[in-house]
Structure formats: structure tokens, C-alpha cells
């Protein structure tokens, strides 16, 4: 079964880091571009960042960018978002998420459960 | 960025309805649109892939169409199980890839 298990969320101060994680099973992870997904509280979808199947490209929203790091490491099927100067707006569900292609069609599937990260002092 | 615009935001429906979410781009996207389901609490599920393509194991009541700004989710026969949020995607700006603000389906 391929299946993707987010960790690491919690409650943090504004100003404060945390790194979530995201472990990948039932499938080629190092064949796979990656990507992070938040939702805030009752609030839609947005993309935050995306690592390619290597992790030679990477690309960030403008609302994380210089903040936030993405990474993986291939050998232990796991994906990396390290969250610096965490803001109250940065509170939100996160998701990670593989891309799939069909010919020069891609979409997300499947997405982790999600961790959810609380900033607030 | 491409800017996603979902209409309605919510919409009151009784089961066994027709169903028709829109979602228009601020430009061209040709069919790099996706749909997902989400339901409350859990992770958005992938419906429509390339704007008409249903997802192996989706039920054939959902379908979608459109190219270039303006598409359609489809519901054919809303079952009890289909009410949730759904949410267009578009996948033509890579790696950018903007959603728009969700469609509520709530039980009349």
C-alpha cells in the first residue's frame, strides 16, 4: 500500500523552528517528486514547496520563502520541512504529498494525514 | 501566479441531485486541472486528473470537463458519502500549483 505518515507538528512560540517529517512505504520514493501542503484553520489548499525526485530542485512559495527548507533523504524514504521564524499565519495542517505523471499530466496522490502545527505563545 | 476561482463556495444539496462545481483560471491552462474530495478531518483525495480523467477507483458519477479557463466537476447523483469539500487544481504552472478556495457540499 503505498502510504505517506507526516510527524512532527506540534505547539511552538512565534519565532520558533520545527522540523516535520514524512515517511514514505509501497512505492519507489526516490523515483518520486515531492511536495509540502498546508491548510490553516477552515481555510483551502496551499502549496508551500516542492523537491524534486534527487533533491537537485527545489522551489517555495514567496509566503515561506527564506523560512522554511525542504529536503529528503532518499536511502530512509523520508521527507524534511524545516520551519524557522514561525509566524501565527504559519498555523496550519500540513500535508506531504508524492506527484504522480501520466504523460505531461501530474497530480498529488497520495497525500500523508497531515500534522498539525500551532504557533502561539 | 495563476489565480484558481471556485463557484459557489457552498451549495445546498439533497442526495440523489446533479451537481456542478466550476472553477475558472486567470489564464489559459489548457486541461492541467485537477479535483479532489476532502472530507472533514482528512487528507484531499484526487478525483479528476488533466480535467477529464477519472482517478482508478473513483466512482463513474464523477466526471469532469473544460479547457483553457473554464472547467466542471460533475456529480451525476450525489450519494451521502459525497458530501465534502472540493477543491480544483491547476498543474500547468509548475511547480506552482494553485488551488482554488473549495466548494462545501451541505445537506439540504
Known amino acids: 500500500e503505498v502510504q505517506l505518515v507526516e510527524s512532527g507538528g506540534g505547539l511552538v512560540q512565534p519565532g520558533g523552528s520545527l522540523r516535520l517529517s514524512c515517511a514514505a512505504s509501497g512505492f519507489i520514493f526516490s523515483a518520486n517528486t515531492m511536495n509540502w501542503v498546508r491548510q490553516a484553520p477552515g481555510k483551502g489548499l496551499e502549496w508551500i514547496s516542492y523537491i524534486s525526485s534527487s533533491g537537485s530542485t527545489i522551489y517555495y512559495a514567496d509566503s515561506v520563502k527564506g523560512r522554511f527548507t525542504i529536503s529528503r533523504d532518499n536511502a530512509k524514504n523520508s521527507l524534511y520541512l524545516q520551519m524557522d521564524s514561525l509566524r501565527a499565519e504559519d498555523t496550519a495542517v500540513y500535508y506531504c504529498?508524492?506527484?504522480?505523471?501520466?504523460?505531461?499530466?501530474?497530480?498529488?496522490?497520495?497525500w500523508g494525514q497531515g500534522t498539525l502545527v500551532t504557533v502561539s505563545s | 501566479d495563476i489565480q484558481m476561482t471556485q463557484s459557489p463556495s457552498s451549495l445546498s444539496v439533497s442526495v440523489g441531485d446533479r451537481v456542478t462545481i466550476t472553477c475558472r483560471a486567470s489564464?489559459?491552462?489548457?486541461?492541467?486541472l485537477n479535483w479532489y474530495q476532502q472530507k472533514p478531518g482528512k487528507a484531499p483525495k484526487v478525483l479528476i486528473y488533466?480535467?477529464?480523467s477519472l482517478q482508478s477507483g473513483v466512482p463513474s458519477r464523477f466526471s469532469g470537463s473544460g479547457s483553457g479557463t473554464d472547467f466542471t466537476l460533475t456529480i451525476s447523483s450525489l450519494q451521502p458519502e459525497d458530501f465534502a469539500t472540493y477543491y480544483c487544481?491547476?498543474?500547468?504552472?509548475?511547480?506552482?500549483?494553485?488551488f482554488g478556495q473549495g466548494t462545501k457540499l451541505e445537506i439540504k
Open positions: 504529498a508524492r506527484e504522480v505523471y501520466y504523460g505531461d499530466k501530474h497530480w498529488f496522490d497520495p
Open positions: 488533466g480535467a477529464s
Open positions: 489564464q489559459s491552462i489548457s486541461s492541467y
Open positions: 487544481q491547476q498543474s500547468y504552472s509548475i511547480p506552482r500549483y494553485t
